[in-house]
């Protein structure tokens, strides 16, 4: 998801943000940035990590990786869901254990964490090793 530059007048950006989306833009600019401040606290970071590179998980399994209370993790995975970067899927049938429910990254969790975060993380450490003065 790339910025629209040929929506810029004279190579200036334009007034608004906003108008640097597409005309079929699926989200607005709000969801956009709503993504982007969800995925600004540590918990919810590590949360969408794991799903993103671990593939879908139960509350139980995020649980066993985090060191976070049961109602914490849930708040933070509601916010997840609600940014619209995280899936949940609740097993419809009744096993022994009741009901399941699992949570997977969507394809908007993926870009905001491998071409965001991720991808400001692995431009410092090519930052790093550019002007590292002891690797001469």
């Keep these: ?17 906003a108008d640097l989306l597409p005309d079929d833009s699926v989200l607005s600019l709000e969801e956009y940035l709503d993504m982007h401040a969800a995925v600004g606290n540590r918990i919810r970071y590590e949360i ?47 096993g ?4 399941y429910t699992y949570y997977s990254a969507t394809v908007f969790g993926e870009v905001t964490l491998t071409d965001g975060v991720d991808e400001l993380i692995r431009g410092e ?5 550019m002007y590292d003065s002891s690797a001469e």
């Design 125 to 129: 450490q090519a930052f790093d090793d």
């Design 1 to 17: 998801m790339s910025t629209d530059h040929s929506r810029a007048v004279d190579g200036e950006p334009p007034e608004d943000p």
């Design 48 to 94: 969408l990590y794991r799903l993103v590179h671990g593939g879908e998980m139960s509350p139980t399994e995020l649980d066993d990786m985090l060191t976070v209370d049961d109602s914490t993790l849930h708040y933070h995975l509601n916010t997840l869901v609600d940014a619209g970067l995280v899936e949940k899927r609740q097993r419809t049938d009744r």
């Design 96 to 99: 022994q254990d009741g009901l």
